[in-house]
T-cell receptor, first 115, second 113 residues
Framework: DTEVTQTPKHLVMGMTNKKSLKCEQHMGHRAMYWYKQKAKKPPELMFV???????INESVPSRFSPECPNSSLLNLHLHALQPEDSALYLC??????????????FGPGTRLTVT | GENVEQHPSTLSVQEGDSAVIKCTYSDSASNYFPWYKQELGKRPQLIID?????GEKKDQRIAVTLNKTAKHFSLHITETQPEDSAVYFCAASKSGGYNKLIFGAGTRLAVHP
């Protein structure tokens, strides 16, 4: 099973709303990632969790708050977003540091629209 | 900083022709090079990858070559089919860390019947 799942598929939110994106994998991977992808652009790394600890924050604004409740779940909490934050948010996972396989698998993404 | 350049940005071929996409990376410590295919509205899908200790890897109609000296790697698709039409992204990363992928800008491949 090489599947990463994400919910919701689509999300429309106002600039004063608080919402959360969810990601789940059951491949036993210990590294999980959040990416942001704008139209016609490559995925842009936001955060990396390794063994449930935040390892990389690519200078992401604090209105994005990641959380890793356990080794299978990854959340992205959203608050006071701007219209320019509208994008496809992708979750990914891989085995983790020190492991043999480097393959990173992506979820289907959440299409976020900020109004 | 780390950078991956990808060419061409668009590529149009006739069904049955070959397609080649080229990438150049800047960080000589990079040692893992995956290729992703992304169809419209779908997730990036890993289609093939190569590590720095290998010069070439093939999987059916898809092959990847790596020239470490020149810091180049390429994706080769033979006998293209309309379902190969998608955006292809190359990426580079350094193993041992958190597998931070540095992506190229992408190539939009169109295969015409």
């Amino acid at each position: 099973d090489t599947e990463v799942t994400q919910t919701p598929k689509h999300l429309v939110m106002g600039m004063t709303n608080k919402k959360s994106l969810k990601c789940e994998q059951h491949m036993g991977h210990r590294a999980m990632y959040w990416y942001k992808q704008k139209a016609k652009k490559p995925p842009e790394l936001m955060f990396v969790y390794s063994y449930e600890k935040l390892s990389i924050n690519e200078s992401v604004p604090s209105r994005f708050s990641p959380e890793c409740p356990n080794s299978s779940l990854l959340n992205l909490h959203l608050h006071a977003l701007q219209p320019e934050d509208s994008a496809l948010y992708l979750c990914a996972s891989s085995q983790g540091p020190g492991q043999v396989n480097y393959e990173q698998y992506f979820g289907p993404g959440t299409r976020l629209t900020v109004t | 900083g780390e950078n991956v350049e990808q060419h061409p940005s668009t590529l149009s071929v006739q069904e049955g022709d070959s397609a080649v996409i080229k990438c150049t990376y800047s960080d000589s410590a990079s040692n893992y090079f995956p290729w992703y295919k992304q169809e419209l509205g779908k997730r990036p899908q890993l289609i093939i990858d190569i590590r720095s200790n290998v010069g070439e890897k093939k999987d059916q109609r898809i092959a990847v070559t790596l020239n470490k000296t020149a810091k180049h790697f390429s994706l080769h698709i033979t006998e293209t089919q309309p379902e190969d039409s998608a955006v292809y992204f190359c990426a580079a990363s350094k193993s041992g860390g958190y597998n931070k992928l540095i992506f190229g800008a992408g190539t939009r491949l169109a295969v015409h019947p």
